[in-house]
């Protein structure tokens, strides 16, 4: 099972943009669905986006539409989240997660991850 270690968080103005990045420890990332999920304070963790393992097909919450954009290097063991047009209300702890699987697919279920990162914390301010 690989690792996950996020980075790219901050403390931005509304409107600006910032680039996370989730790198994969291990020789399998490949074979991992990925995603981004968030969490403010006081509410549950929500799904963001997510891409699957081939990178090819990705889907997003309708809030971050044509805002946010998912993609991932394989050989690189990473997959990023870039953020532009960002919103006060964007704020949160931004994780990554991953799911083994031998399917092309996308996830967007919380329990259905096998493996997490620790979060990065994204602050908006108006």
């Known amino acids: 099972q690989v690792q996950l270690v996020e980075s790219g968080g901050g403390l931005v103005q509304a409107g600006g943009s910032l680039r996370l990045s989730c790198v994969a420890s291990?020789?399998?990332?490949?074979?991992?669905?990925m995603g981004w999920f968030r969490q403010a304070p006081g509410k549950e963790r929500e799904f963001v986006t997510a891409?699957?393992?081939?990178?090819?097909?990705?889907v997003y919450t309708d809030s971050v539409k044509g805002r946010f954009t998912i993609s991932r290097d394989n050989a690189k063991n990473t997959v990023y989240l870039q953020m532009n047009t960002l919103k006060p209300e964007d704020t949160a702890v931004y994780y990554c997660a991953g799911k083994l699987t031998k399917q092309t697919i996308l996830i967007r279920n919380t329990e259905a991850y096998d493996t997490w990162g620790q979060g990065t914390q994204v602050t908006v301010s108006s």
């Open positions: 891409i699957s393992k081939t990178g090819r097909s990705t």
């Open positions: 291990g020789r399998t990332f490949s074979s991992y669905a």
